[in-house]
């Protein structure tokens, strides 16, 4: 395994340093998983969002195709409408 330092700032170190307590696991572990899912180099199936189909958009099929959608709006350099 390879050794890497970065620097972040302190409202973010103290986050991660609650999620590792939160997990029982350390702090290395938690940025590991994280950069792994962020890059999207885990097996685990994307969540479904349970919010997705709440509310009226006046079209038929949003909540049907809410993981489409979200997918197509949330990709690097997604033109935003």
Not at 26 to 38: E, F, M, N, Q
Not at 49 to 58: D, E, T, V
């Amino acid at each position: 395994m390879s050794r890497l330092t970065i620097s972040l700032p302190e409202p973010l170190a103290a986050i991660l340093a609650r999620e590792s307590e939160r997990r029982a696991t350390s702090v290395s572990d938690v940025v590991r998983r994280a950069l792994a899912s962020y890059l999207g180099l885990t097996d685990e199936a994307p969540r479904k969002l349970p919010f997705a189909g709440l509310g009226r958009s006046g079209r038929r099929h949003t909540a049907r195709n809410a993981e489409e959608i979200l997918a197509r709006e949330w990709r690097p350099n997604a033109r935003r409408r």
